[in-house]
């Protein structure tokens, strides 16, 4: 549904460009009725501007139709009860961590502590070196 809304908003906008731009400016730049036209300028003048009366109260309507079905299914939530403990990465041969029954520890505090509680992790051993060529 949201996108034939989408589809609807953006015809509407092209339309009301077409519109507004054939409308007679002070100048008379690209307006219509400037050469004589099919209408006289008085009725043209008043044809455009229902016109554009209408397709931007359309906007206005499709511009907030799209709001509200965006805002539809947003609700408030908290970071913190949906932060977990990141999964463990076990090395060959390393001991198992003690794991955590699910729906107890898994918050960002007890995440915390576990990881102060972890010891450093040795520095990657360092690969070969290549020379540089200056």
Same mark, same amino acid.
Request: glycine share 14%; proline share 12%.
């Given at each position: 549904?949201?996108?034939?809304?989408?589809?609807?908003?953006?015809?509407?906008?092209?339309?009301?460009?077409?519109?507004?731009?054939?409308?007679?400016?002070?100048?008379?730049?690209?307006?219509?009725?400037?050469?004589?036209?099919?209408?006289?300028?008085?009725?043209?003048?008043?044809?455009?501007?229902?016109?554009? %009366?209408?397709?931007?109260?359309?906007?206005?309507?499709?511009?907030? =139709? #799209?709001?509200? +079905?965006?805002?539809?299914?947003? !609700? $408030?939530?908290?970071?913190?009860?949906?932060?977990?403990?990141?999964?463990?990465?076990?090395?060959?041969?390393?001991? %198992?961590?003690?794991?955590?029954?699910?729906?107890?520890?898994?918050? =960002? #505090?007890?995440? +915390?502590?576990?990881?102060?509680? !972890? $010891?450093?992790?040795?520095?990657?051993?360092?690969?070969?070196?290549?020379?540089?060529?200056?």
């Amino acid at each position: 549904m949201q996108t034939v809304i989408v589809v609807i908003h953006l015809m509407v906008v092209a339309a009301m460009v077409g519109v507004v731009l054939l409308q007679k400016s002070e100048g008379g730049g690209l307006g219509v009725g400037s050469t004589g036209g099919f209408l006289s300028s008085r009725g043209t003048a008043n044809i455009l501007t229902r016109t554009t %009366a209408v397709l931007a109260g359309t906007f206005f309507a499709t511009s907030l =139709l #799209l709001s509200v +079905l965006a805002g539809w299914d947003r !609700k $408030p939530h908290s970071i913190i009860e949906q932060t977990q403990a990141p999964p463990a990465q076990q090395t060959p041969g390393a001991p %198992a961590g003690p794991v955590t029954p699910p729906g107890q520890g898994g918050g =960002l #505090l007890d995440t +915390l502590r576990r990881n102060e509680q !972890k $010891p450093p992790a040795p520095p990657p051993a360092p690969g070969p070196q290549v020379p540089r060529s200056e």
